[in-house]
């Protein structure tokens, strides 16, 4: 119960100290997750979509952030958010084919 616990008041701290990365994790998560299940059921297009879309407003939003305050590791973070962006893109023209 105390790692739970401690787990927890982890995720509430780093929630309350930087909001913008936590969404962003949060988006890339759930974007695992819809992309994990898609592979699952293969059939099930939305899982897709909707996973590429996470990725996609990860991507615009580490974008943003990191133009506005930029970090100690801007380049690094930059290139991952742009190669985020074109693997979803590429992904977004695989799903429409």
Same mark, same amino acid.
């Given at each position: 119960m105390r790692s739970w616990r401690f787990w927890l008041n982890t995720l509430i701290l780093s929630s309350q100290y930087n909001?913008?990365?936590?969404?962003?994790?949060l988006m890339l998560t759930l974007a695992i997750a819809? $992309?994990?299940? #898609?592979?699952? *059921?293969?059939t099930e297009?939305?899982?897709?979509? $909707?996973?590429? #879309?996470?990725? *996609?407003g990860a991507s615009f939003s580490i974008l943003v952030r990191e133009a506005i305050a930029p970090?100690?590791?801007t380049r690094i973070t930059q290139?991952?958010?742009?190669l985020l962006l074109l693997v979803s893109i590429y992904g977004f023209a695989d799903v429409l084919k």
């Open positions: 909001p913008p990365r936590f969404v962003e994790l819809m $992309l994990a299940i #898609s592979i699952f *059921v293969p297009t939305p899982y897709v979509v $909707l996973g590429l #879309s996470f990725v *996609v970090s100690p590791q290139l991952t958010a742009i």
